[in-house]
């Protein structure tokens, strides 16, 4: 009967942790570095790629003495079509202590994976952090699976409720 309740609370669990909000830009324990491959991505998911890009690469040739120099201050919007998206940001500039607007172009390959094309034409991959079970979760399509679960867990209790009802158990 431990076992039924311990399934019973990890299936409740995970049905729960469905809901719960997302963790932006931080990368906590437990994650794994992954190519950013959801149909509808949000800002919080190219945080990481955009954050690391703009303060070391973004403004290499256009800026004079740009280490360390620019940083995401903040997200302003996305907006995608289809397999193109553009992700809407604040940048600090530390050295002269002005913010200006900026944005970076995305576009999804054929294998799902969003890439940004650099000012040098190369493809570079977005990555991202996620909970390994959330990854899991999703590669897998396991939120199909908590249904059958939910449905084999209520049969079993039935059965063992039965059971014991039962004359003579």
Do not use: C
Request: aromatic share 16%; hydrophobic share 40%.
């Amino acid at each position: 009967m431990r076992a039924v309740v311990w399934l019973g609370t990890l299936l409740v669990a995970l049905l729960l942790r469905q809901v719960a909000p997302a963790e932006a830009h931080v990368r906590g324990k437990w994650t794994l570095k992954v190519d950013l491959n959801k149909s509808t991505p949000t800002y919080d998911d190219f945080a990481f790629f955009i954050e690391s890009y703009v303060h070391r690469e973004l403004y290499l040739r256009r800026f004079d003495q740009p280490e360390r120099r620019f940083y995401v201050a903040e997200f302003l919007r996305v907006e995608q079509q289809g397999d193109a998206l553009q992700v809407h940001f604040r940048v600090i500039d530390n050295r002269l202590k002005k913010h200006f607007d900026d944005s970076m172009a995305f576009v999804r390959r054929g294998d799902g994976v969003w890439v940004y094309r650099d000012d040098r034409g190369v493809d570079l991959p977005v990555y991202t952090y996620e909970n390994w079970y959330s990854y899991y979760e999703r590669s897998w399509r396991l939120p199909y699976w908590y249904g059958g679960a939910a449905a084999v867990l209520a049969g079993f209790l039935l059965l063992s409720r039965r059971r014991r009802l039962r004359p003579g158990h």
